[in-house]
């Protein structure tokens, strides 16, 4: 069964940085797109960042310069480097494919950008 574990959030004064990782079953990994998305209080959870086998990247408006999607296919793992961060970018970070596979979500990792 495919599984998804996402790691390296924190709390950071607004303009810090983070690192998350998502390390994925070889099963969910392979071949497919695969994307960062969050879900803030209250707000829908929105693809924040996706990136194709071959490394083609697409991002929201809202991180466009800030943040940087990146996989290591030889580890099954998919990072998101997140500069600059804001206060609205606070949220909990959940990595899946692109498009989302439901049984796949993970419990997520909780982002705060606030002084």
């Known amino acids: 069964q495919g599984r998804l574990v996402e790691s390296g959030g924190g709390l950071v004064q607004p303009g810090g940085s983070l690192r998350l990782s998502c390390a994925a079953s070889?099963?969910?990994?392979?071949?497919?797109?695969m994307g960062w998305y969050r879900q803030a209080p209250g707000k829908q959870r929105e693809l924040v960042a996706s990136?194709?086998?071959?490394?083609?990247?697409n991002y929201a408006d809202s991180v466009k310069g800030r943040f940087t999607i990146s996989r290591d296919n030889a580890k099954n793992t998919v990072y998101l480097q997140m500069n600059n961060l804001k206060p609205e970018d606070t949220a909990v970070y959940y990595c899946?494919?692109?498009?989302?596979?439901?049984?796949?979500w993970g419990k997520g990792t909780q982002v705060t950008a606030s002084s």
């Open positions: 899946n494919r692109q498009p989302s596979v439901y049984d796949y």
């Open positions: 070889r099963s969910i990994f392979k071949i497919y797109t």
């Open positions: 990136i194709t086998a071959g490394g083609g990247t």
